[in-house]
C-alpha cells in the first residue's frame, strides 16, 4: 500500500524514502490517537528500542526500523528482557525487509518478536480491526476456530475424508486443523468457502508471549566501576539484572519491588538519561533510581531520586532504599 492516508498522516509502506525520524512521529501519532500514554522517542544511540507507551493494562515497548533486516538477535533479547520484567508487549515497526515491502494486516516474526507495519497497527487501534494472516516460511498462514471446524463438518454430514477432498488437501491435515494447527492462507479461505462459515480467527500481536516470562536472559555483569555499588546492593538482598542497548543500565529486583536504575560510569553525561528513565518509570508504574560513585549535594536530577554510594553503605534494611526513593520523589512533585 503506497501512500495511504490515515486521516493525520500519509504512511508510505516500502517505498524507501521515509525517514526513521518521521515513521516514530507517525506511529506517536497514531498511539496518542488511540489514547495511549507514550514516551519521548528515546534519542540515545543504540538503543533497542523507541517507543515505550501504555493504555490501560496494555503496556508496548517498540522498536522502530524502516528495514527489518538490520533487526539483530541482541536486541530482541533486550526486548524480550524488558518486557518480561515490565509485563509489557514487545513489537517491531517496519516498512521493508531485503524481500521487498511489508503487507498490510500481515504480523510477521524475527527472533520471537512481533513485527507490523503502521498502518496495521493504525487498524488495530484506530479502525478496530486486527490482522488474521502471519508469515512464516513457506508463505502466509492462519489460525482457525478449530472447534466451529469441527462442529460444522459434522453437521454438514462431512466426514475428513470428505473435506480432505473439497479442500484439496489430506484427511490427516483436517484431522490436525481441527487439533489446532495453523493452515496456510489459501486453505483457510478455501475452508471457509466451503463451510460457508467464518473460521479465520483475528490474531493479536501485542499479547505477551507466556514464553517470554520464563526467558531470563544470561547477561554479563555491570562493568566494574560499579562492582562495589552491585555488591551492596546484592548483601541488601536485591537481584541486580544488567542490560544493554537501553536508557537505563539494569533491573534492580527484591520481592515485588522492581526499579529502573542507573549506574554512574565516567565521561558520561547522566542528565539525558534520568530524564528519560523518570518518563519511562512514569509509564510502567516503577520507579527510577540513579546509583553513583561520587558524593553530590543534589537528591534528584530531572525526577529520578539520587543515592549515592555513601549512602547506600549506610543502609542496613531492604526496604530503607525504596523509602528513600519514594521520599525523594515526593519532594520533586508528580511525574
Known amino acids: 500500500m503506497n501512500n495511504v492516508s490515515c486521516g493525520f498522516v500519509n504512511i508510505s509502506n516500502g517505498v524507501g524514502t521515509m525517514k526513521r525520524n518521521q515513521m516514530i512521529t507517525d506511529i506517536c501519532d497514531i498511539l496518542s490517537r488511540s489514547g495511549f500514554y507514550i514516551s519521548d522517542p528515546a534519542d540515545l544511540r543504540s538503543i533497542s528500542f523507541d517507543i515505550i507507551c501504555r493504555r490501560d493494562n496494555t503496556l508496548l515497548i517498540i522498536k522502530v526500523l524502516a528495514n527489518i533486516d538490520s533487526f539483530t538477535k541482541e536486541n530482541a533479547c533486550q526486548l524480550k528482557l524488558l518486557a518480561s520484567f515490565l509485563g509489557a508487549s514487545p513489537v517491531m515497526m517496519g516498512y521493508r525487509a531485503s524481500s521487498g515491502p511489508l503487507e498490510d494486516g500481515i504480523i510477521y516474526l524475527r527472533h520471537l518478536i512481533s513485527i507490523i507495519t503502521p498502518r496495521t497497527l493504525y487498524d488495530i487501534f484506530i479502525e478496530g480491526v486486527f490482522p488474521s494472516v502471519f508469515a512464516a516460511p513457506g508463505g502466509f498462514y492462519v489460525d482457525l476456530d478449530n472447534e466451529i471446524l469441527r462442529e460444522v463438518r459434522k453437521e454438514r454430514g462431512m466426514s475428513l475424508g470428505d473435506m480432505a477432498k473439497a479442500v484439496g488437501v489430506s484427511r490427516k491435515a483436517v484431522q490436525m486443523y481441527e487439533q489446532g494447527m495453523s493452515a496456510t492462507l489459501d486453505v483457510g479461505l478455501v475452508m471457509e468457502e466451503t463451510l460457508g462459515v467464518p473460521l479465520i480467527a483475528s490474531l493479536n500481536p501485542f499479547v505477551l508471549n507466556e514464553k517470554l516470562l520464563k526467558q531470563r536472559e544470561k547477561l554479563d555483569k555491570l562493568d566494574s566501576v560499579n562492582s562495589s555499588l552491585q555488591s551492596k546492593l546484592h548483601l541488601l ?99
Not at 527484591?254 to 542528565?271: E, M
Not at 527510577?288 to 560513585?293: A, E, K, P
Request: aromatic share 8%.
Open 237 to 335: 538482598g536485591y537481584e541486580v539484572i544488567p542490560l544493554f542497548r537501553c536508557p537505563f543500565d539494569a533491573f534492580t529486583r527484591r520481592d515485588n519491588i522492581l526499579l529502573l536504575t542507573g549506574f554512574q560510569k565516567p565521561g558520561v553525561t547522566i542528565r539525558k538519561k534520568a530524564r528519560m528513565m523518570t518518563r519511562i518509570g512514569s509509564i510502567t508504574e516503577r520507579h527510577s533510581v540513579f546509583f553513583l560513585s561520587d558524593p553530590t549535594s543534589k537528591t534528584c536530577i530531572e525526577g529520578t531520586p539520587i543515592i549515592t554510594k555513601c549512602e547506600l553503605e549506610d543502609i542496613a534494611c531492604s526496604e530503607d532504599i525504596l523509602e528513600l526513593v519514594m521520599e525523594r520523589r515526593a519532594k520533586v512533585g508528580p511525574r
